[in-house]
């Protein structure tokens, strides 16, 4: 399978910083040094840090996953994806939920910076069908989740996220291109968190994810550095 980004296995690994301040994401980056080169910033520390933490990142090299999630009326999401673009950012997430416009005009944005690449979120790890009725959607998780996906690729977008149940329906489904990012990466032995939908690196990779966003088996383990070689072994196998 394609790598993307270019490079290996530590290049299909994104490494959450979710972390309440600059200081221990940017430890947690020193204690992984040049091994890892791609890292996830979502909300907390994007407004704990601010954008010039995301900058520091891309100057120091590394790749960045901005996880914002957006989900607004085409214009704003537009002006903010320019605003990643500005930052160097790979990509960033828009809700596919928010409709065709908004992720075209999303996509459109991108298209100034050619290193920036859209991805639309499906389903949030966090619901299962259950929580899908609960705020009116009738479908099942992979049902809306393929729903999603296949609006997204009509919009244009470079990829979508989902949980890893739904990697290998989407690699059948959409074009080999595709980026297929997944969240809710976790060895057995962790408990599932926040995840409801979850699986280990190597069995999502096997199902056809390109991407594996991993957080606390790396961030609170006793040696980053070790649990991440670990993992790269457990893709490389």
Known sequence: MKIFFGGGLNQRIIVSLDFPAAASAADLVRKLGPAASFYKVGLQLLTAAGPSFVRELVDAGKRVFLDLKLFEIPSSVAAAVAATGELGVSLVTVHASAGSAVLEAAVASAAHFPGLKVLALT???????????????????????????????????????????????????????????????????????????????????????????????????????????????????
């Open 123 to 237: 389903v949030i790890t966090s619901m299962d069908d259950e929580a899908l009725r609960e705020v009116g959607v009738v479908s099942t998780v992979p049902e809306q989740v393929l729903r999603l996906a296949l609006l997204a690729q009509a919009a244009g977008c470079h990829g979508v996220v989902a949980s890893p149940l739904e990697a290998r329906l989407l690699r059948n489904t959409l074009p080999q291109e595709m980026l297929i990012v997944t969240p809710g990466i976790q060895p057995l032995e962790f408990a599932k968190g926040d995840h409801a939908r979850f699986t280990t690196a190597a069995q999502v990779i096997e199902a056809g994810a390109t991407h594996v966003v991993v957080g606390r088996p790396i961030s609170r383990a006793l040696n980053p550095a070790i649990s991440f070689a670990a993992l790269c072994a457990e893709l490389d196998g």
